[in-house]
C-alpha cells in the first residue's frame, strides 16, 4: 500500500494508551508522498465525529459525507499495515488549513 498526502484511510488505532484516541475511525495522511513511498510507516492525523469548531487545533471537514474534524493536537506515526481503506480526500483548500495549522502549532517561534 502506498498512501498518498491529503488521502483518508480508516485506521485500526488500538491498542492505546492514556488519552490516544483509539479503535477503528479515519486518519488523514500528512507525511510526504517520498516518505509514504520508502518507509513501512506514515504520519497522520486521526478524525473524530464530536466537533469543537472554536478549538484551534481542529479542522473541521466532511469526510465520506459527514461531518468531521481533524484532531492536530493528536498527530502521529502508525504502520501502515493498520490502514484498511481509503474514504476520501482531503480538498486543496482544507489541505492548506492543515498545513498552515500544523506549522502553527509545530513550528519554532
Same mark, same amino acid.
Given at each position: 500500500m502506498n498512501p498518498k498526502r491529503y488521502d483518508i484511510y480508516i485506521a485500526d488505532l488500538n491498542p492505546t494508551q492514556g488519552r490516544e484516541l483509539n479503535k477503528k475511525r479515519p486518519v488523514v495522511v500528512i507525511s510526504q508522498n517520498s516518505m509514504n513511498s520508502l518507509l513501512d510507516t506514515i504520519v497522520v492525523c486521526p478524525l473524530i465525529s464530536k466537533t469543537h469548531p472554536l478549538w484551534r487545533s481542529r479542522i473541521q471537514v466532511t469526510c465520506a459525507?459527514? /461531518?468531521a %474534524? !481533524?484532531?492536530v493536537d493528536q498527530i502521529r506515526? =502508525?504502520? /501502515? !499495515?493498520r490502514l *484498511? /481503506? /481509503? =474514504?476520501?480526500s482531503l480538498s486543496a483548500q482544507k489541505a492548506d488549513e492543515l498545513r498552515h495549522i =500544523? *506549522? %502553527?502549532?509545530? &513550528? &519554532?517561534?
Open positions: 459525507g459527514r /461531518k %474534524e !481533524i484532531v506515526t =502508525i504502520s /501502515k !499495515i *484498511h /481503506k /481509503k =474514504i476520501d =500544523i *506549522h %502553527e502549532m509545530y &513550528a &519554532a517561534a
